[in-house]
């Protein structure tokens, strides 16, 4: 059974960082790419950043460009979401997501969720 955990989360101020992970189970990295996705209270899911079964990656928020990356360790099954210059409007629920490729980032294309990690960036 394909399954992913979100840890990482918690309250940061303005300005910090947090590195977020996404713990695959059930299936290797070699076949999925998997997505980090958003949620702010009222607003819809968005797509952040997603790496391919092949390493590369793809960005779908402009937003977030230069202060977030994504890796991941494929012996650890694990992607990370390196978080840095964290600010007000980044706070969200934040969910890892799997699928065959990135695509678009439409979070409706990703078959596989977790549970999602509360981030909030607050003084």
């Known amino acids: 059974q394909l399954q992913l955990v979100e840890s990482g989360g918690g309250l940061v101020q303005p300005g910090g960082s947090l590195r977020l992970s996404c713990a695959a189970s059930g299936f290797t990295l070699d076949y999925y790419a998997i997505g980090w996705f958003r949620q702010a209270p009222g607003k819809e899911r968005e797509g952040i950043l997603c790496i391919s079964s092949r390493g590369e990656v793809r960005h779908y928020a402009d937003a977030v460009k230069g202060r977030f990356t994504i890796s991941r360790d494929a012996a650890k099954k694990t992607v990370y979401l390196q978080m840095n210059s964290l600010k007000q409007e980044d706070t969200a629920v934040y969910y890892c997501?799997?699928?065959?490729?990135?695509?678009?980032?439409?979070?409706?294309?990703?078959?596989?969720w977790g549970q999602g990690t509360q981030v909030t960036v607050a003084s």
């Open positions: 997501a799997a699928d065959s490729v990135c695509g678009t980032g439409a979070w409706r294309a990703f078959e596989t």
